[in-house]
């Protein structure tokens, strides 16, 4: 045997022996890094979570800090009101909040945005009937483009 071939073959694992670790302690490694991924994507959930419940409330008018996914004593007081609100049970931690109050918060901010848009279009509506009747009363004809724009020409 060659004496390359000896060193590989019986000196070489001895040396680098502190640094191999065993399957035990490579399995222990592997779970720890798991456990500390699935914290890290759980944080991740509940903050994500904390600032749509924030930003619904706020769009609803019940909340008005700042909307960081710090889940703290304003925002429970304001999803308390809330809850409230819909006669439902008040909570003291986020994580007492079922799916179907998340549902029912979603719900109301499409509701919210919903009659808000409806407001807009009567808005128009009455800036465009106004129009109308100014035209007329001015002996204007009207040239209707579209439904919210107005274009006036003399008679």
Known sequence: MTLVRLFILIILPFMYADYAISAEEERV???QKAEEEKKNKEKESRIFLSKTIQKSLSILGYYQGSID????????????????SKNLTQISDITQLYENHLLLLKIDVENYNLEKKNAEIIKLKKEKEVAKQKAEQEGLGF??????????VRK
């Open 29 to 31: 490694f592997n779970f």
């Open 69 to 84: 996914g710090s889940f703290g004593k304003v925002s429970m007081n304001a999803l308390n009101e809330w809850l409230s």
């Open 143 to 152: 040239i209707y483009l579209q439904d919210y724009f107005l274009f006036l």
